[in-house]
């Protein structure tokens, strides 16, 4: 259970005889029917559009919705407060401006193109053009239940003229998610993805770059920096885990009263005990969602995909409790703490219009068919430059003598003062911030 997360499972390291091994790129075809003979390499323009006829449906869908009453004084500690969703739906319906939303989203240029038979969506943003700056391509990869939109706040932070660096961003739709196609075959997973964003940073003319992540963009980007290591300059992850081994046991074991003996400083003993509580029981209840969308996606996928108010519910519940568990005692889930409803609504609207919740579900269910020991990510090392951020209120707390395990090439390794789970949509001046002073010291003569 400790090895659970909302993205789910890292790769392991292994290193043998200074040789590093990769994981071979092989290959993959994933759009409907047989594989096409013909090769399009053509990057196309793309604008987020919705008709009228569309947002009609959508209201009526709304109109329809039928609610049921919330226990007494039970907050979110139940899933989303139907009371308080009450409030948050009449705002959509009647406040909300998604044409305003839509003009915001379109204000960076998006691309699609095709790889591996599937249309690829992304945005490309470069940096205003300054005398004497460093331009650093970087690529920013989400989880779920985010979407690219979860990079709008950072992206102005990361494309300025800091101490001469600034950053060149891509920020892909990982399949299946947003305006990025849904994979047509069984078994496309995160090593999948991870060859198609090389592919598309090649296509992009990118020969080397830096890569960041969470949750399954955690998993993602450490399978790029598997893969092509020679092109993977830094990788910067806000979630990340452990294996299992003796170090960790030791660490359980003595950490708690003699963490130094142990290589744990006193704030990873605040962030990980009491073990059990934190790490096991309080896992087993906020991933009822992951067992459901590994083993049967689809089912589930039905209710949410035809049901805009049951997407909004199962959705921003999520932007709630990994924001802060201590929401769950609230009736509005402290969601208006961090984000706006304008904002939060946005990201439902990408998966409604879209179309794509159940494809982005189903993306679990790929990942966990087979034993993840077995997996040829588990048994391939990680040594390219490494950021960790450790944000307070993530799920799982990993202390960097556990990151060590697999991540072998730490060059930075940050507490951070606030935030959870959705690192660049909570909290961009902070993360933006780690970042930069990362790709500093990998950068420095």
């Known amino acids: 259970v400790w090895m659970l997360s909302t993205g789910g499972i890292l790769a392991c390291m292994v290193h043998k005889r200074r040789q590093v091994k990769t994981i071979p790129l092989g290959e993959g075809w994933w759009g409907a029917g047989q594989k096409s003979l013909s090769k399009d390499d053509n990057i196309y323009s793309f604008r987020v559009e919705t008709s009228d006829k569309d947002i009609e449906d959508l209201y009526e869908r709304i109109d329809r919705t039928r609610y049921t009453d919330p226990l007494e004084d039970s907050g979110f500690h139940y899933g989303f407060n139907s ?65 690219f939109y979860e990079f709008y706040k950072i ?43 090389l592919t598309l940073m090649e296509r992009l003319g990118f020969s080397q770059f830096y890569l960041q992540g969470g949750d399954w963009g955690s998993l993602i980007t450490t399978n790029m920096a598997q893969m092509k290591p020679q092109c993977v300059k830094g990788l910067h992850l806000n979630m990340f885990l452990s294996r299992r081994g003796f170090k960790v046991l030791l660490g359980l074991m003595f950490g708690r009263y003699l963490p130094f003996l142990v290589g744990l400083t006193w704030e990873d003993v605040r962030r990980l005990f009491p073990y059990f509580e934190k790490n096991v029981w309080e896992i ?91 997996r040829v990510d588990q048994k391939t090392g990680i040594f ?62």
């Open 284 to 374: 087993l209840r906020e991933t009822g969602y992951l067992h459901i969308q590994a083993t049967k996606p689809d089912t589930a996928g039905c209710g949410v995909n035809d049901s805009p108010v049951g997407l909004a519910a199962y959705i921003l519940e999520k932007f709630s409790t990994w924001t802060d568990l201590e929401n769950r005692a609230l009736e509005d889930g402290g969601l208006e703490r961090k984000f706006n409803l304008d904002e939060l609504l946005t990201v439902i609207m990408i998966y409604w219009t879209s179309g794509s919740i159940v494809s982005s579900m189903r993306f679990y269910k790929e990942n966990t068919k087979r034993n993840f020991d077995n």
């Open 83 to 147: 009371t308080y969703l009450k409030k948050v739906v009449s705002y959509w319906r009647h406040e909300f401006d998604w044409k305003k939303q839509v003009e915001m989203l379109n204000k960076y240029p998006h691309f699609k193109t095709k790889i591996e038979g599937l249309d690829v969506h992304f945005i490309h943003v470069r940096p205003p053009h300054r005398e004497n700056q460093k331009v650093l391509p970087l690529m920013l990869v989400h989880g779920w239940p985010g979407c």
């Open 384 to 445: 390219v430059p490494t950021g960790l951020a450790a944000f307070p209120n993530e799920l799982m707390h990993c202390p960097q003598a556990w990151a060590q395990i697999r991540y072998k090439n730490i060059y930075s390794y940050t507490f951070m003062s606030r935030g959870g789970h959705f690192a660049a949509f909570e909290e961009p001046k902070l993360l933006a911030d780690d970042i930069l002073q990362f790709v500093k010291k990998v950068e420095k003569p």
């Open 155 to 197: 992206i102005p932070l990361l494309t300025e003229n800091q101490d001469g660096v600034a950053f060149e961003i891509i920020c892909p739709s990982i399949p299946g998610y947003g305006f990025s196609e849904a994979p047509h075959k069984q078994g496309f997973d995160s090593l999948s993805a991870a060859r198609i964003f």
